[in-house]
């Protein structure tokens, strides 16, 4: 019985909607950055958002690395 009050009394985890990550830059950085992702943008290579391009241009890099990652770890196997 105080099994079943215990379960009733927790709520149900619900699955998050997104991640923030948060990057300290300097505005150098920050500057570079944002041309890089304007253009980027420009060429077609990553989606255009008005609200500004920098999250689109950062998972593309990260979408690029990961596949970078996989081929030498294959390059490594021997295959």
């Known amino acids: 019985m105080e099994e079943e009050q215990a379960e009733q009394a927790q709520p149900e985890a619900q699955p998050t909607k997104g991640l923030r990550l948060e990057m ?20 077609g290579i990553i989606p255009s958002d008005h609200r500004g391009n920098k999250a689109a241009w950062i998972n593309y890099c ?18």
């Open 62 to 79: 990260l979408m690029l690395g990961e596949e970078l990652l996989k081929q030498h770890a294959y390059q490594k196997r021997g295959f």
């Open 24 to 43: 300290r830059i300097d505005p150098q950085q920050n500057l570079h950055l944002e041309k890089l992702s304007n253009y980027a943008a420009l060429e």
